[in-house]
């Protein structure tokens, strides 16, 4: 008697996990080194902020700008 494989599926990490996950290191290792408090300015507003802080926002929307655009309808 030969055993059918069941339901369990197994755990499979792709290319693009890999590279998700070497984008994502050098993303922290990126904003950990740069803490300076630094001026932003966007338009006539000025922000004084720490850099690590502008730099987690652009990486939050270039991941929710790439979610939104390669997601399946």
Request: hydrophobic share 60%.
């Amino acid at each position: 008697m030969t055993a059918k494989p069941g339901p369990h599926r197994r755990f499979h990490i792709g290319p693009r996990q890999v590279v998700a996950l070497l984008v994502a290191v050098v993303v922290v290792l990126f904003v950990v080194q740069n803490r300076d408090v630094v001026d932003m300015h966007l338009f006539t507003i000025v922000v004084s902020a720490p850099l690590w802080t502008a730099l987690v926002v652009v990486a939050a929307l270039g991941a929710l700008a790439g979610f939104l655009l390669t997601r399946k309808r």
